[in-house]
């Protein structure tokens, strides 16, 4: 978890430095395009005056040549217009967000484990009066469904309800680990749009206030503030967006495992019961 955490100061001291030059260099996205589109105007005045027969190739060759703007170029465009404070905010949010989601995603994977292959791994040694071996099976076992197991399962020699008791003790403690995390990942999903709500207030007042300066309602200045105003909207909504998408994942994730869990806890008692192990060991008894 700490070289997680470590990569994500150099991913976030990487984008401050992307987002100073940048702003250092002054170079919009709206800026790259009229560059491009002057240059090309001036390679079209630099070629040679065609036939009206040759009009229509070369008209199709000055469609080919024009550059494609990429959606990455697409992406740091409106990142680059919606302002950089504010947008490295979202992307701060996006940043964290899904180290948590994939810290939670790879987790919960390694804690999925084969249940029936354990409990007919247990099954075999309990009908072999070996409780301590079927212990070890689930110390030799990662998952919160075998720490649970054999939780229950050391607690075998003070009967039927001491298992259980201690099961279901034990299952909350795991239920609750394995929801670790799930309360950051909400509240990146809710930080998310409210930073985007909040940057485009701010450029809205932007606006407004360059209006009141001006004394005048230019139609183009007003339609870019708001525009410029609403993309940290749009790029809050769609981090919200792709985060609710792993905490839907994530808590699925974590229901299946419980269900499972708790399948497995009724399977062992009732081998347990099945065995002779109501009031403890078999051989223990009268």
Known sequence: MRNLFALLLVLLFGVTVCNNAVSAQGFSGNELLAFQDNKDTSKANETTTTTPAEKPKAEEAKADDKPKTTFYQMVKKYYIDGGWEFMSLVLITLIFGL??????????SLATVNTKKLLDKIEECVKADDIEGARNIC????????????EGL???????????KAIV??????????????????????LAPMLGFLGTVIGMIFAFDTIQASGD??????AGGIKIALI??????????ILQIFYNLITSKVDSLTNKMEDATISVIDILIDNGYTNGRPNKKG
């Not at 309602?217 to 007003?222: L, S």
């Open 99 to 108: 180290a948590v989601a994939i810290e939670r995603v790879i987790t919960l």
């Open 139 to 150: 110390l030799a076992t990662s998952g919160p469904t075998a720490e649970v197991l054999g």
């Open 154 to 164: 050391r607690r075998v020699d003070d009967g039927i309800d001491a298992v259980e």
């Open 169 to 190: 003790s034990n299952g909350s403690v795991q239920v609750g680990l394995l929801e670790k995390g799930l309360v950051w990942l909400a509240l990146f999903i809710a």
């Open 217 to 222: 309602i230019k139609p183009d200045e007003v």
């Open 232 to 241: 940290t909207t749009v790029f809050g909504l769609i981090v919200a967006m």
